[in-house]
T-cell receptor, first 113, second 113 residues
Framework: DAKTTQPPSMDCAEGRAANLPCNHS???????VYWYRQIHSQGPQYIIHGLKNNETNEMASLIITEDRKSSTLILPHATLRDTAVYYC??????????????FGKGTKLSVKP | EAGVVQSPRYKIIEKKQPVAFWCNPISGHNTLYWYLQNLGQGPELLIRYENEEAVDDSQLPKDRFSAERLKGVDSTLKIQPAELGDSAVYLC???????????FGPGTRLTVL
């Protein structure tokens, strides 16, 4: 599985958009970009994943560059409850594939009033 | 629909004592994972089950750790005897099939004194 690089920490003002970057320059063609977050004292929470097209769900949007070497997770209107560690992970997503999740240290997002 | 359930949430024991953690995955999920998370680090896979079969236990310290998933549903992770370095959060996750999106439980925080 490809390795990812994320900034260790970021701040965001409440109500503003939070844009979390991730570099994955060694991603291969059949690997997806996954985002999880972990709020203090909770288990990781799945947010979103994508292959090459931009994706949006009720939690966030995922923007993947055309060369797929980087991506950005966007929380459109950050709240204090979005304060968490955000993990960007590259993995296979396919029936029968091992595709283990390999977590790095993630980005600690602090949303401030 | 209920998520992944883990118990207990917290456990404090003295070193050399045994301890067990229990996990009930999301209904219908065939694949179950146990992860270890040390303070300030991302989760690391210990073992993966596909139904009742442990198909990836390469990271499980087999001298003191054991796991089982009887009937392919609930799972138990055991440590005997516990050491000071085992203090960590033990996370359980499940997915519909191997390679699908994983959903995590809240974790069990173990403190070994």
């Amino acid at each position: 599985d490809a390795k990812t690089t994320q900034p260790p920490s970021m701040d965001c003002a409440e109500g503003r958009a939070a844009n979390l970057p991730c570099n994955h320059s060694t991603i291969s063609g059949n690997e997806y970009v996954y985002w999880y977050r972990q709020i203090h004292s909770q288990g990781p929470q799945y947010i979103i994943h994508g292959l090459k097209n931009n994706e949006t769900n009720e939690m966030a949007s995922l923007i993947i560059t055309e060369d797929r070497k980087s991506s950005t997770l966007i929380l459109p209107h950050a709240t204090l409850r979005d304060t968490a560690v955000y993990y960007c992970i590259v993995r296979l997503f396919a029936w029968g594939s091992q595709g283990n999740l390999i977590f790095g240290k993630g980005t600690k997002l602090s949303v401030k009033p | 629909e209920a998520g992944v359930v883990q118990s207990p949430r917290y456990k404090i024991i003295e070193k050399k004592q045994p301890v067990a953690f229990w996990c009930n995955p999301i209904s219908g999920h065939n694949t179950l994972y146990w992860y270890l998370q040390n303070l300030g680090q991302g989760p690391e896979l210990l073992i993966r089950y596909e139904n009742e079969e442990a198909v990836d236990d390469s990271q499980l310290p087999k001298d003191r750790f054991s796991a089982e998933r009887l009937k392919g549903v609930d799972s138990t992770l055991k440590i005997q005897p516990a050491e000071l370095g085992d203090s960590a959060v033990y996370l359980c996750a499940s997915s519909l099939f191997v390679g699908d999106t994983q959903y995590f439980g809240p974790g069990t925080r173990l403190t070994v004194l």
